[in-house]
């Protein structure tokens, strides 16, 4: 149901899609007898001017993903026990994988850095419980694609675990944090940097046992602010993930799926529990 209710609520908090239903709901109610329909019809035109605003100016999208990418930095033990690859890079392709390939989405950059991770440590193991094959028409899981996509770069069969188990950051932690919790050693997580605050405020709230994780973002989209007045409507959209990332944290927290609103830097790498 909460997943089903994510997906709905996510359609709905596009930064388009909530500028055009605003203005609507404004348009539907402004001019309703009822005090308490015009009082709400003007709180939606209000967030309608809100979003146009932010996220207009280029300067203020690109300030606050840059602030939330950059709230956590890499960190990496010397020789880790493993690698934890998120879900989300890969976009279920069926030609491609009968052509003995991988379609790689947005954030590829994710699978290329734990392909790259993998190789510096020849003896760190993989684990990806990524199922997600419910949101693609072809029904392939990513965890199948990530099973082909690591073995067309000779990565050793013995050295991966992946299942297909997870449809989102949720139900893969509480699959990671069981899993780190049986096997105990030092792994790095590695997902986008504007979602990593949201991994590990959730795995800061998992029981791993004696387990430690080190963050490893990746797929930046931001830069170097730099103050500008220039105005485009085509920058809304990249308040899109934003949105996504501040309102997934709350939804954490309010339905007790978290134990903290925002990641505590002082318990990364996380290992307090």
């Known amino acids: 149901m909460f997943f089903t209710l994510s997906k ?16 609507l709901i404004y348009i ?36 606050l993903i840059w602030k939330f990418e950059n709230f956590i930095e890499i960190q990496k033990p010397i020789n880790p026990d493993g690698i934890i690859l998120l879900g989300g890079a890969f976009v279920g392709s069926k030609k491609a994988l009968d052509l003995n390939q991988v379609s790689l ?13 993998l190789n510096e440590h020849k003896e760190a193991k993989l684990l990806f419980v990524s199922n997600a094959s ?28 992946i299942k297909e188990i997870s449809n989102n950051t949720y139900q893969e932690s509480i699959e990671i944090a069981k899993h780190l919790r049986e096997k105990g050693g030092e792994w790095i997580i590695v997902t986008s940097a504007l979602h990593m605050p949201r991994t ?31 105005f485009s409507f085509n920058n809304i959209g990249r308040l899109d993930n934003l949105i996504h990332e501040i309102v997934g944290l709350l939804a954490y927290r309010v339905t007790g799926r978290t134990k903290i609103f925002f990641p505590d830097l002082k318990l990364i790498p996380v290992n307090f529990n």
């Open 8 to 23: 709905i609520l996510g359609f709905f908090l596009k930064a388009y899609n909530l500028i055009f239903f605003s203005i």
């Open 28 to 63: 539907l109610l402004s001019k309703s007898r009822l005090y308490f329909l015009r009082m709400m019809s003007y709180f939606f035109g209000f967030i309608a001017l809100f979003v146009i605003i932010i996220g207009g100016f280029s300067y203020i999208p690109n300030y």
């Open 105 to 117: 989405g947005g954030r590829a950059e994710r699978v290329v850095e734990t392909l790259r991770l």
């Open 134 to 161: 419910m949101l693609v028409n072809s029904g392939i899981s990513e965890a199948e694609q990530a099973m082909q996509f690591f073995k067309i770069f000779q990565i050793n069969n013995q050295r991966l675990i």
């Open 200 to 230: 590990i405020a959730l795995m800061q709230s998992r029981d791993l046992g004696n387990s430690i994780i080190f963050p490893y973002p990746t797929d930046f989209t931001s830069f170097n602010p730099k103050f500008s007045l220039k």
